[in-house]
């Protein structure tokens, strides 16, 4: 039976450098991957805007998956017929699994009065503000603000008031996920039931084949899909400490950060898999 290897990837922090987003390390792993028709599937708190640019200057062409697994997009004609719980949208087959962003708005709007001034929604600040924030350039900033399925804040406040704020935001009904810089108000869904989803509907489709799910990141957000692979792997951060996984096997930690530690594990993980 043929084995199928699929890689999930974090992107800020984990593929691209956390400070200059540059992914020039994991260039060489990346090209090895695309010459054996490896998907690398970004699964990031990014948006539909920020990815269509990414995948085009990185040089992918598979599904992605955005803003923290509300979202999987799967490009038509990668798999042999449309999923049956997705919708067409453009060049895409859409699988939902969370409420669009004036959902989560107003649920802000509601746990907003008891923290005023302690956080900043991304939806009122300026392009100089989400670069100052992010370090990302202009046009980038712009496009990460076009969310579609939740809304990501600036904390601005101490580590109590921010775990209050982030109960009163669970009370109301969203699941904040804590990222690298913002809280984002969402859903429940997660980086880990979207890859299960993409992985299940792979599989079915490709009954002559049996997949190896492998995970990549270096953030809280990436605990469900880290703990949902056959193999994980913890990128070391610059930042701030690696996410805590239960599991103990098939599991990674590079010794390098960012894109120098992917590169690193997914030498390692390809030389056992291939």
Partial sequence: MHKQLLVFTDM??????????????????????????????PTT??????????????????????ENGAAVFIPKGFLPDQPSDTKSVGDYWLKEFTSGKEHWLGILQ?????????????????????????????????????????????????????????????????????????IHVCGNCDKGTALNWLVDEFSRQHSNS?????????????IPMLEAATIAVRILSPSHPLPHVNRKHNLYTSTQVGPAGWHECMTKILATQL
């Fill in 12 to 41: 800020d922090g984990t593929l691209m450098d956390h400070y200059s987003y540059s992914h020039e390390a994991a260039n060489p792993v990346l090209e090895k991957l695309k010459r054996l028709g490896i998907p690398v599937i």
């Fill in 45 to 66: 708190s990014k948006t539909f805007a920020e990815l269509r640019v990414l995948r085009k200057e990185i040089g992918l062409s598979g599904p992605f998956i955005t």
């Fill in 110 to 182: 509601q746990a907003g009065a008891q923290f005023a001034d302690l956080f900043q929604p991304l939806s009122t600040m300026t392009t100089a503000q989400i670069c100052h924030a992010t370090a990302l350039d202009g046009p980038s900033a712009k496009r990460a603000a076009q969310r579609q399925y939740g809304e990501p804040v600036l904390w601005l406040g101490g580590e109590q008031e921010r775990t209050q704020f982030i109960h009163q935001l669970t009370k109301l009904g969203a699941s904040p996920v804590e990222g690298g810089r913002f």
């Fill in 210 to 222: 049996v997949c190896v799910s492998i995970a990549l990141g270096d953030s809280k957000n990436d």
